[in-house]
């Protein structure tokens, strides 16, 4: 018998390590993606591995995600990350209270800390700004935004993914209540077509109520875009975090020749229509440069901005600060009545192979299919593969 | 209320299956901020949904946004309108094959790049021996023995567009030779030996016209046309002992 052949419509980190995470559990599967892969939210985040420490205090759970994946992704694709690790500054008395509670919220979803005297972090990060009170180090790391995902594309096509990027989903097919495939449009020949599916899987990120509505469903998210500064030159190695509950401009990181400055946050309904407001642009200066001073007069390479699929209801007062970075599998026959159908949505770059695995079993136990997930253990391609060794 | 400037966008359009690409014409806004790539994007949103178009970081990182605007060679979402004439004149990148308006196949590049081998990451700066002695002094945190980066190219082809030469599929090209001279420079567990048979080939090193048009337009700094050139001396170091005969003085190839 054939294998069930399955359809993730989203090119971006979580449908690459989803499609690589079906081909090992022996499904067929086919991604298809509107644009050329990692066009999305995927390629634009500000390359950070995250230990998990920016959500200790708030957001245990996410935390837990991220020390876990970051320490199998090291192990999955090594090269791909640079190990240099983080540091967590205290600039003010503020930022000095909240170190204990960062402190236990780090022990407690098991991310290593080590804590710095001002000397000791300057020593370690000459680019800190040297009136720092107090810094915490911790297992961050930055990697190649599109680069990292790439790997998993790569693998995956190797193991028998079909991957069509530039083929965009026009609607989907149905059988009364199930979803039984997809109409699509080649972007590049015009040419239109139908493509039968066991399951579709939507993993459009930002995008992913417009692909649940196709199936008359709604999933509760919320497109978040943040504001992202390029700096012309090196200005750290390690990744400097501000030690203090999430804001603007609390992240500098280096990324080789440049440095990115990260993040603001609103809320949007069309995640393809962002502006880059020039007041959070100057947020970035200005807050970046509290913690590594030259950011202040680094000539800006790009600002750009990159919208999170963040899980929640419309309208929250923080911009969408206040909504955890978890991520959550939506089986539509479940919570709408709608069978070959699941959404999977939130996360972070971080956490893309976690979220492939819990999508994979649940679509391996809608299937009826007993597969162990596989992709803990499981060393990527290289990134170049993807280019070179295209599947018959 | 001053009416938003306007330029005029001639983007060469490449259908597979049509026989003849075409100049196909968009008038577009231009903010102070407007890129190349953010008025190729809005084209796509609001009035073609079919212009082909690869992008990813929109900070010049990812490499994959290369085309040539105005017949130069650049990444176009680090372009900005304001640098710009009045038309520009958007066209994919040269030598390799169209897929798609302004989206070409990169195996040619990766299919160079990929036999050198040379890592992602290498040594970062402020990464000396005065670093790794302070890391190692204690108490003072963790131990830091080696700061390391991505290595600057980003792989995005416009040096291999711009190149004279590289039109000829059997030249190694100026990306590949400069990540060569990189594997040499800091072979980081790399196989020196095998890389320099690789370029030391008439279609590698020796190939180059000393055009240096790669490093014109290479958007990471990374100077292909002078890594040639030091790959060249270094080939020769490493050649005119044997030539004479005499065995060679100082080994410079890490084994």
Same mark, same amino acid.
Request: proline share 6%; hydrophobic share 40%; charged share 25%.
């Given at each position: 018998?054939?294998?069930?052949?399955?359809?993730? *419509?989203?090119?971006?980190?979580? /449908?690459?390590?989803?499609?690589?995470?079906?081909?090992?559990?022996?499904?067929? *599967?086919?991604?298809?993606?509107?644009?050329?892969?990692?066009?999305?939210?995927?390629?634009?985040?500000?390359?950070? +591995?995250?230990?998990? @420490?920016?959500?200790?205090?708030?957001?245990?759970?996410?935390?837990?995600?991220?020390?876990?994946?970051?320490?199998?992704?090291?192990?999955?694709?090594?090269?791909?990350?640079?190990?240099?690790?983080?540091?967590?500054?205290?600039?003010?008395?503020?930022?000095?209270?909240? =170190?204990?509670?960062?402190?236990?919220?780090?022990?407690?979803?098991?991310?290593?800390?080590?804590?710095?005297?001002?000397?000791?972090?300057?020593?370690?990060?000459?680019?800190?700004?040297?009136?720092?009170?107090?810094?915490?180090?911790?297992?961050?790391?930055?990697?190649?935004?599109?680069?990292?995902?790439?790997?998993?594309?790569?693998?995956?096509?190797?193991?028998?993914?079909?991957?069509?990027?530039?083929?965009?989903?026009?609607?989907?097919?149905?059988?009364?209540?199930?979803?039984?495939?997809?109409?699509?449009?080649?972007?590049?020949?015009?040419?239109?077509?139908?493509?039968? %599916?066991?399951?579709?899987?939507?993993?459009?990120?930002?995008?992913?109520?417009?692909? $649940?509505?196709?199936?008359?469903?709604?999933?509760? &998210?919320?497109?978040?875009?943040?504001?992202?500064? @390029?700096?012309?030159?090196?200005?750290?190695?390690?990744?400097?975090?501000?030690?203090?509950?999430?804001?603007?401009?609390?992240?500098?990181?280096?990324?080789?020749? +440049?440095?990115?400055?990260?993040?603001? @946050?609103?809320?949007?309904?069309?995640?393809?229509?962002?502006?880059?407001?020039?007041?959070?642009?100057?947020?970035?200066?200005?807050?970046?440069? #509290?913690?590594?001073?030259?950011?202040?007069?680094?000539?800006?390479?790009?600002?750009?901005?990159?919208?999170?699929?963040?899980?929640?209801?419309?309208?929250?007062?923080?911009?969408? =600060?206040?909504?955890?970075?978890?991520?959550?599998?939506?089986?539509?026959?479940?919570?709408?009545?709608?069978?070959?159908?699941?959404?999977?949505?939130?996360? #972070?770059?971080?956490?893309?192979?976690?979220?492939?695995?819990?999508? @994979?079993? +649940?679509?391996?136990? #809608?299937?009826?299919?007993?597969?162990?997930?596989?992709?803990?253990?499981?060393?990527?391609?290289?990134?170049?593969?993807?280019?070179?060794?295209?599947?018959? | 209320?001053?009416?938003?400037?306007?330029?005029?966008?001639?983007?060469?359009?490449?259908?597979?299956?049509?026989?003849?690409?075409?100049?196909?014409?968009?008038? &577009?806004?231009?903010?102070?901020?407007?890129? *190349?790539?953010?008025?190729?994007?809005? &084209?796509?949103?609001?009035?073609?949904?079919? +212009?082909?178009? !690869?992008?990813?970081?929109?900070? /010049?990182?990812?490499?994959?946004? /290369?085309?040539?605007?105005?017949?130069?060679?650049?990444?176009?979402?680090?372009?900005?309108?304001?640098?710009?004439?009045?038309?520009?004149?958007?066209?994919?990148? $040269? /030598?390799?094959?169209?897929?798609?308006?302004?989206? *070409?196949?990169?195996?040619?590049?990766? !299919?160079?790049?990929?036999?050198?081998?040379?890592?992602?990451?290498?040594?970062?700066?402020?990464?000396?021996?005065?670093? $790794?002695?302070?890391?190692?002094?204690?108490?003072?945190?963790? &131990?830091?023995?080696?700061?390391? !980066?991505?290595?600057?190219?980003?792989?995005?082809?416009?040096?291999?567009?711009?190149?004279?030469? %590289?039109?000829?599929?059997?030249?190694?090209?100026?990306?590949?030779?400069?990540?060569?001279?990189?594997?040499?420079?800091?072979?980081?567990?790399?196989?020196?030996? $095998?890389?320099?048979?690789?370029?030391?080939? %008439?279609?590698? %090193?020796?190939?180059?016209?000393l055009a240096f048009e790669c490093s014109a337009v290479c958007p990471a700094g990374v100077d292909p046309g002078g890594a040639i050139m030091r790959l060249r001396r270094r080939l020769l170091a490493d050649r005119l002992p044997r030539l004479v005969g005499k065995s060679h003085p100082h080994q410079e190839v890490p084994s």
């Open positions: 018998m054939d294998a069930p052949h399955v359809i993730v *419509v989203g090119g971006g980190g979580t /449908g690459g390590a989803l499609a690589h995470d079906l081909v090992l559990r022996g499904l067929a *599967v086919t991604l298809l993606e509107r644009g050329e892969l990692t066009s999305g939210t995927t390629g634009r985040h500000h390359g950070l +591995l995250h230990s998990g @420490a920016r959500y200790a205090v708030n957001d245990p759970e996410s935390a837990v995600e991220c020390i876990a994946e970051n320490r199998i992704l090291r192990r999955i694709a090594p090269g791909s990350f640079e190990e240099n690790g983080g540091l967590f500054v205290a600039l003010t008395d503020e930022d000095m209270d909240y =170190r204990h509670n960062f402190l236990a919220g780090c022990a407690a979803c098991d991310i290593p800390t080590r804590e710095l005297t001002p000397v000791e972090a300057v020593g370690l990060e000459p680019g800190l700004n040297p009136a720092l009170k107090a810094a915490v180090w911790v297992p961050d790391a930055t990697m190649d935004a599109m680069r990292l995902p790439l790997r998993f594309f790569a693998t995956a096509r190797q193991g028998g993914a079909r991957l069509r990027p530039f083929t965009e989903v026009t609607s989907l097919l149905h059988a009364g209540r199930r979803v039984t495939g997809v109409a699509v449009r080649d972007r590049l020949t015009g040419r239109e077509g139908e493509l039968g %599916a066991d399951l579709v899987v939507n993993a459009t990120g930002p995008w992913c109520e417009r692909l $649940a509505a196709m199936a008359g469903v709604a999933v509760p &998210v919320q497109p978040s875009p943040g504001v992202l500064l @390029a700096l012309v030159g090196r200005l750290c190695n390690l990744v400097v975090n501000r030690l203090h509950g999430a804001a603007d401009g609390d992240i500098v990181l280096p990324q080789r020749a +440049l440095s990115i400055v990260g993040t603001s @946050a609103w809320t949007v309904e069309d995640p393809d229509d962002l502006d880059v407001p020039d007041e959070h642009v100057q947020a970035m200066y200005r807050e970046g440069a #509290k913690l590594v001073p030259a950011v202040a007069s680094a000539a800006e390479r790009a600002a750009w901005s990159a919208a999170r699929p963040l899980i929640g209801a419309s309208g929250g007062e923080g911009g969408g =600060r206040e909504l955890s970075r978890t991520f959550k599998c939506f089986d539509h026959a479940v919570t709408d009545g709608v069978e070959g159908f699941v959404t999977i949505t939130g996360g #972070k770059a971080t956490t893309l192979r976690a979220m492939a695995e819990a999508t @994979a079993d +649940l679509v391996c136990a #809608k299937l009826g299919l007993e597969a162990p997930c596989r992709t803990r253990d499981t060393v990527l391609a290289p990134h170049t593969a993807y280019y070179t060794r295209r599947a018959a | 209320m001053n009416t938003p400037r306007t330029v005029l966008f001639k983007v060469l359009r490449t259908d597979p299956a049509a026989p003849v690409p075409r100049y196909d014409e968009f008038r &577009v806004p231009v903010g102070s901020r407007t890129t *190349v790539l953010d008025a190729l994007l809005a &084209v796509r949103r609001l009035k073609d949904p079919g +212009l082909a178009v !690869r992008h990813s970081c929109l900070h /010049g990182s990812c490499g994959t946004c /290369g085309m040539r605007v105005n017949g130069r060679e650049v990444l176009a979402c680090v372009t900005r309108l304001q640098e710009l004439g009045d038309p520009v004149v958007v066209e994919p990148l $040269a /030598g390799a094959r169209v897929v798609g308006d302004l989206v *070409v196949d990169m195996e040619p590049l990766y !299919r160079r790049l990929e036999p050198v081998g040379r890592p992602l990451l290498r040594a970062s700066e402020r990464a000396g021996p005065d670093r $790794a002695e302070a890391a190692a002094a204690p108490g003072t945190g963790p &131990v830091l023995e080696e700061l390391e !980066r991505f290595e600057d190219c980003i792989e995005c082809g416009l040096c291999l567009s711009a190149c004279p030469v %590289a039109g000829d599929p059997r030249f190694l090209g100026p990306a590949a030779l400069a990540a060569a001279e990189r594997v040499l420079e800091e072979p980081r567990g790399t196989e020196g030996r $095998a890389v320099l048979g690789l370029v030391d080939d %008439a279609h590698g %090193a020796w190939r180059c016209h």
